[in-house]
């Protein structure tokens, strides 16, 4: 009983905490929260999502050969590659560079 009550207790002040800076704070709860989720979930989906939207072309063929003198596996399409990320207090930007052959 006392083990459960030692980790209950912090995850409930963490919760009531987050809460309580949600509705007073709500930048501090984007920096803390928001933002990472949303970077968290874009680097997972990115190239999945850049394949679903056709906007991914096939290697060129230096980088083919280069993979394959590296010993390393190419699967033949390339995704616009993520350059850098822009946040303020309400939104994230993704800028892309976009590889020769794709539309922006």
């Known amino acids: 009983m006392a ?3 030692r980790v209950l207790l912090p995850v409930l002040l963490v919760v009531i905490t987050l809460l309580v800076v949600r509705r007073r704070m709500p930048v ?3 920096w803390l929260v928001g933002y990472p989720v949303v970077a ?3 680097l ?3 190239r999945a999502t850049m394949d679903a939207c056709d906007l991914t ?3 060129s ?3 083919r050969a280069t993979a394959r ?6 699967d033949g399409k390339r995704s616009p590659t993520a350059r850098s990320r822009n946040c303020c207090a309400s939104t994230s ?3 892309r560079a976009v590889v020769a052959g794709q539309a922006p």
């Open 61 to 63: 063929a230096v980088h």
């Open 93 to 95: 930007d993704l800028h």
């Open 40 to 42: 968290l979930r874009v």
């Open 44 to 46: 997972i989906s990115y």
């Open 69 to 74: 003198l590296m010993g390393r596996s190419t």
């Open 57 to 59: 072309v096939p290697a």
């Open 28 to 30: 501090l709860f984007w």
């Open 3 to 5: 083990d459960t009550v």
